[in-house]
């Protein structure tokens, strides 16, 4: 089974599907992509990107919400917190502050800080 997301015009997750093999021409990613999303736009209308459950391809699994990055080929999480910025090579979002390694911690948006939640 193959997964595609419908992305809108800013390139917003707007649902995920599961497609049968046979129609993403029993091929594998990257093959399956082209033919796949074809599939998808013939069926649903719309633009369509494959999505890999396993994170094997375009860094993580799509979810509703999420940004299709074209340049990046990768599905961005939505971003947590109004401070935190993208890194561009982990696609990962990052606090203005570093996270402590030790203990259990929250983002607290209105200090810029973390909170110690493990005490």
Not at 75 to 100: D, K, R
Not at 107 to 117: F, L, V
Request: charged share 15%; glycine share 8%; hydrophobic share 35%.
């Amino acid at each position: 089974m193959a997964h595609f997301a419908q992305i809108n015009l800013n390139n917003i997750v707007t649902q995920v599907i599961v497609v049968s093999n046979d129609d993403c021409g029993g091929g594998n990613y990257p093959e399956s992509d082209e033919i796949g999303a074809a599939f998808c736009t013939n069926l649903l209308g719309g633009t369509w990107k494959q999505t890999s459950y396993n994170n094997n391809f375009r860094v993580r699994y799509a979810g509703v919400g999420y940004t299709f990055d074209e340049e990046l080929d990768a599905f961005i999480a939505p971003q947590p917190y109004p401070s935190w910025t993208l890194n561009a090579e982990t696609t990962n979002w990052e606090a203005p502050i570093e996270q402590p390694a030790e203990g259990f911690w929250t983002w607290n948006e209105e200090t810029q800080q973390w909170n110690d939640i493990s005490v």
